[in-house]
């Protein structure tokens, strides 16, 4: 397997795939493997050299834990592209390489099945459900991460050799606390994952058409828009509290509207318009849909556009919401700052939101409310490494800039505005009893930074909360020298 360098024409290739165009890595080489067994060889090769090594799958980390000028070797995994049925292990096998899209893809004409996972279709399998991975269907069918029934990874044991281990969900299986951290720790902590195995916890037998859920037999859409003018303090308030209220009352496991998921889009006034989008499935979406808006949008007494669709899953997951994808998007820069709620935001909160998107900035930026919980809540904290198992809505603030300019206003913006809704502690949102900690798949580098985490309360329980001192023992004992790091990566303990 070649190193590919700056002078080879695939290298500026490689390095701009990326999705947050904020960061940029500058390899000496580049690998991409197309077996385990280059995997090792690539990381073998790194580790005797003393160069430091990153892995990247999709390209999609929200921070620059693999476009970081100090990483010499990326491994590239966009050739290992493998989905298949392993009758050993009654399991479909992921590689790493496949998009979260093309996954979708293959499970859905091969078997008419799906792993729930995230929105967007360009994410990589490899750096997405080792992170526990909501998307648009885990309030039905829960995280992508509950799936999980084996990873092989590529690890750096004491002495520096690289080898590779298959860990599984089995009790009895040596290695299955190594399988547990792949449930929800996030990507480039303990090694190199070359593939998945993929099963519900549920099925029983050796038939690939009951391995993983039946994806849905169509899917219906909504969006709403209402001109941002046409709200007020008061008017904006009632809409908030109208989701969160939703939220608090649907998002038990067994609930029916465990089959709606919709985003609340507050987009900051600057955008011209507050949005919901969101889905629902089976032969009830429509009431259900109709049953989420009379709740949330009428009571509101603002008009507002809507629009419904059906598709087939398959049709949907491939280029859900195309509007949200738009010219841009691939050179956006862009910063995110995430948090859990188990209750609905308060009126200070509601307040500071208000506020934060009605001032006058030159930014672009909005506060999503995506529904969480149903399905995923019917977990226990401790059984995979995905902590937060009663939350309500998944919440996050973000911007995105395209020019330099923009770097300066967006990133104070969106960081006094997060500090802002957390006042009473510290900046971030603790585990306590309305919030939760934040999601390692959407990392934030600035809860582990004293200037904006206050709360005394470290970033790693803020994502793994009484599940990282697991994880620290799970790292010394499988990368013991430390190879896979970065920012936000598990100490060993
Ligand atoms: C537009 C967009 C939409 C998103 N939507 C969702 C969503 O709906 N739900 C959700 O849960 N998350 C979502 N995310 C977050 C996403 O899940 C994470 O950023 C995820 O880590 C991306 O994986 P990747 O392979 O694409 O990224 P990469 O940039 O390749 O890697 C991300 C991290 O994982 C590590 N990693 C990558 N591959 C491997 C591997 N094979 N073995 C070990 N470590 C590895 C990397 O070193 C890095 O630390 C979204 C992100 C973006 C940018």
């Not at 909504?222 to 209220?245: C, P």
């Not at 029916?256 to 009830?284: C, D, Q, V």
């Not at 949008?297 to 919401?321: D, K």
Request: net charge negative; charged share 20%.
């Amino acid at each position: 397997m070649e190193k590919i360098t700056p002078a080879d024409i695939r290298y500026a290739d490689l390095v701009g795939k990326r999705f947050n165009k904020r960061f940029e890595g500058k390899p000496e080489y580049i690998r991409i493997p197309s077996s385990t067994e280059d995997v090792i060889a690539a990381v073998q090769d790194a580790v005797d050299s003393k160069r430091r090594v990153v892995v990247r799958s999709g390209g999609h980390c929200l921070e620059g834990f693999v476009s970081d000028p100090t990483a010499q070797v990326l491994v590239d995994l966009s050739l290992m592209t493998g989905v298949a049925y392993d009758a050993d292990k009654a399991a479909f096998i992921v590689e790493s390489g496949v998009t979260v899209g093309e996954m979708y893809r293959r499970l859905f004409l091969g078997w008419g099945l799906v792993l729930p996972a995230g929105e967007h279709p360009g994410i990589g399998t490899g750096g997405h459900i080792l992170g526990g991975a909501f998307g648009f269907l885990c309030r039905e069918y829960g995280l992508a991460a509950d799936y999980l029934y084996g990873v092989e990874l590529v690890t750096v044991d004491a002495g520096g050799i690289a080898k590779s281990i298959i860990a599984t969900r089995e009790t009895a299986d040596p290695h299955h606390d190594l399988w547990w951290a792949h449930t929800g720790a996030g990507g480039g902590n303990f090694g190199i994952v070359t593939r998945y195995w993929l099963r519900a916890p549920e099925a029983t037998g050796n038939d690939p058409f009951t391995a993983l859920p039946k994806a849905p037999d169509k899917i219906t859409t909504f969006r709403i828009s209402w001109d941002w003018q046409a709200f007020n303090e008061t008017s904006f308030a009632h809409l908030v509290r109208n989701f969160g209220t939703w939220c608090q009352q649907h998002s038990q496991p067994d609930t029916p509207g465990s089959r709606l998921f919709s985003i609340l889009f507050l987009n900051h006034r600057n955008i011209g318009k507050l949005e919901m989008k969101g889905l629902a499935t089976g032969p009830g979406a429509m009431l259900l849909i109709n049953e989420h808006l009379t709740a949330i949008a009428g009571p509101i007494g603002i008009a507002y556009e809507q629009q419904t669709e059906e598709s087939s899953w398959l049709r949907f997951a491939l280029n859900p919401f195309p509007e949200l994808f738009q010219p841009g998007f691939d050179n956006v820069q862009a910063k995110i700052k995430d948090a859990f709620f188990r209750q609905p935001f308060t009126d200070r909160q509601i307040a500071t939101a208000y506020q934060y998107l009605t001032v006058q900035a030159p930014i672009g930026g909005m506060l999503g409310m995506a529904t969480y919980g149903g399905k995923v809540n019917s977990i226990s904290p401790d059984a995979t490494a995905s902590a937060q198992r009663d939350c309500i809505m998944d919440v996050a603030c973000n911007t995105g800039w395209i020019t330099p300019e923009g770097a300066a206003p967006s990133l104070e913006w969106v960081r006094n505005f997060y500090r802002d809704l957390f006042p009473d502690t510290g900046g971030v949102p603790v585990p306590n009893a309305q919030t939760d900690g934040a999601m390692i798949n959407h990392p934030d580098t600035d809860l582990a930074s004293p200037e904006w985490n206050r709360s005394g309360i470290p970033w790693h329980t803020l994502y793994y909360k009484d599940n990282y001192p697991r994880l620290q023992k799970i790292k010394a004992k499988w990368d013991p020298l430390n190879i896979f790091h970065h920012a936000l990566s598990i100490q060993a303990g």
